[in-house]
């Protein structure tokens, strides 16, 4: 008999995603060496998470906020039942996977604003420019924090990729495959 499936992640979702991952890959590579390049993709990403957050209210089924916002007390249930293998498998994002995305949004939005911020600070330039003008005096604490969050942001990324390997290997799921085509089997 066939494996049933349905579909989980629209396109808008899995081209944010993968746009993301792209945008946020230049953005880092790029960071002291082409600065052109590297404000791009600030940008990009920027204008990504504004659309995502959008989406998160008006999208689809799986892709609102509501969908997978969950308290702390099942965040914390949830990593200590996939510590002992025994994790309920979620058809849309499980409790630390919602946690995830909230956290990575936040790193994405102050990363992006505190790089926009250095840039209107040490070139002039950039959409804060005008308000981030004055703040030439404080460059380095601006460059210190926007290193910072782009940093604390990766370790995101690894953490989200190490939990999306666990789930796929705990339930026998290919998850990178479903942010490709948009389906889960039931």
Known sequence: MAQQDVKVWDIFVRVFHWSLVLSFTVAWLTEDDLMTLHSYAGYAVAGLVAMRLVWGFIGSPYARFSNFAYGFGAVKGFLKDTLQLRARRYLGHNPAGGMMIF??????????????????????????AGMAASLGAYEHTLEEAHEFFANLTLLMVFVHIAGVVVESLIHRENLARAMVNGRKRV
């Not at 956290?103 to 804060?128: F, I, K, Q, R």
């Open 103 to 128: 956290l990575m949004l936040a790193g994405l939005v102050l990363t992006a604003g505190s790089g926009m911020m250095l840039y209107g600070a040490e070139e002039g330039a950039g959409p804060l």
